[in-house]
């Protein structure tokens, strides 16, 4: 699974997904707790519904997943269209002041943090000289546009496996697997906060500590607002 994110998906968007998934599952899980907790849900229901919110969460899960990989496909193919347009643009200049600009416009953003004024009209002039001479690629959809929704699924469904366990193993005492399975899902999101922090040469122990106060207080404000 690692070496299908790392070639398909760009880390970042790994861990966000991961990070969507398990929000996901503890809207259901937590809302469940609120609701036998008020006593809106009869302590009967503590017995014997476990498998079935397994297959609840695991099904709208999936579904989501299958919903982000479908966007991912479309923003891969868009973004080419982007990069298509960009090409044709430059190709189709009356100036290399003009084409400078355009490059400017979609680049700049980027460049400007990290290089000076100087240096971005040097890479404007390179970048216009290649796009002049390049030819226009295949912009449809291709085989890795299908991996990456593939991955996405998958890592979906990966991602809450190990909160949904607890559903599975004690489906006869429902409102203690809730719990451990709430609680198994902030320490995946720690995780992920976590691993975040390395990739981006953070704290690893404070970002781990801020994606879960922020995954609370996501499920929160959902709850709040009727979700």
């Given at each position: 699974?690692?070496?299908i ?116 009209h ?15 690629q ?90």
């Amino acid at each position: 699974m690692s070496s299908i994110v790392g070639e398909f998906i760009d880390p970042i968007d790994a861990l966000l997904t991961i990070f969507y998934s398990i929000l996901f599952a503890l809207l259901f899980t937590l809302s469940y707790s609120v609701l036998i907790y008020r006593g809106v849900i009869s302590s009967s229901f503590a017995g014997g519904y476990g498998r079935d919110l397994f297959v609840t969460i695991l099904g709208a899960t999936t579904a989501w997943g299958i919903i982000e990989g479908v966007l991912y496909v479309m923003s891969e193919v868009l973004t080419r269209r982007e990069r298509h347009r960009l090409l044709q643009y430059v190709q189709a200049s009356d100036s290399d002041e003009e084409a400078d600009a355009a490059i400017g416009n979609e680049l700049d953003f980027i460049l400007e943090p990290i290089t000076s004024e100087e240096q971005r009209h040097a890479l404007h002039r390179d970048i216009r000289v290649y796009l002049s001479q390049a030819q226009p690629q295949a912009i449809g959809l291709k085989r890795e546009d299908v991996m990456g929704a593939v991955a996405t699924v998958l890592l979906y469904v990966v991602a809450v496996l190990p909160s949904l366990l607890p559903l599975l193993i004690l489906p006869n005492d429902t409102k203690l697997a809730i719990h451990i399975s709430s609680v198994v899902s902030f320490l995946v999101i720690f995780a992920t906060g976590c691993v975040w922090g390395i990739h981006t040469n953070a704290n690893p122990w404070k970002t781990g500590l801020l994606l879960s106060s922020v995954c609370l207080a996501m499920v929160l404000v959902a709850k709040l607002l009727g979700g």
